[in-house]
């Protein structure tokens, strides 16, 4: 069972989402922060590159300074995120941008016998359009991306839409 929980602030402008796995660290690590396993529950295709421009092997892990281009299932390559690895510990904590300048820190631990990933997105910019509202659009988001997650890590399911031609149908 999935208990996420949420932490929001009155200014709109970062949120923290926590939610358990039965997964160790260092296996919810792996899948955050290499391109083979962050493609099994949250992008179509990651390409994350080194500094000098080198594109990293597909189980190799981010650095800071690293780069990446991500693309989402339901859209084609002309839809993409691109970014910058901030920090990476190699075991436990990643920070990176993420769309309009916001940054994304992912702490991961272990307390009561579960291992915790802890998401807070952060320097969300103001928005007078609430339909364009990159707090609650990203939170959203997310929430279904650590779902996945522990979907994918516990039971094996990928919750995603992989179905293009469904897309539409969604908007």
């Known amino acids: 069972k999935l208990k996420l929980t949420a932490v929001m602030n009155n200014n ?6 926590t939610g358990n796995y039965t997964a160790p660290v260092s296996e919810i690590y792996r899948v955050w922060a290499t ?14 590159l080194t500094p000098e421009g080198a594109r990293l092997a597909d189980d190799a892990y981010i650095q800071a300074g690293d780069t990446y281009e ?6 084609d ?7 910058h690895i901030l920090e990476a510990n190699g075991k436990d904590f990643l920070r990176f941008t993420f769309t309009a300048g916001c940054i994304v820190t992912i702490r ?5 016998s579960e ?3 802890e998401l807070t997105q952060s320097e ?9 509202n990159l707090y609650v659009q990203c939170s959203h988001g997310w929430l279904f991306y ?26």
């Open 124 to 132: 969300i910019p103001q928005e007078s359009d609430p339909a364009k």
């Open 108 to 112: 991961i631990y272990t307390r009561e």
């Open 77 to 83: 390559d002309t839809v993409a995120e691109t970014g």
């Open 115 to 117: 291992t915790l990933v």
């Open 35 to 48: 391109q083979k396993g962050i493609e099994k529950w949250f992008l179509r295709k990651a390409v994350f």
């Open 12 to 17: 709109w402008s970062t949120f923290t989402l």
């Open 146 to 171: 650590l779902t996945n997650l522990k979907s994918y890590l516990e039971g094996g399911i990928d919750l995603r839409n992989k179905t293009v031609k469904l897309t539409s149908h969604f908007k």
């Open 70 to 75: 991500w693309f989402w299932h339901g859209f």
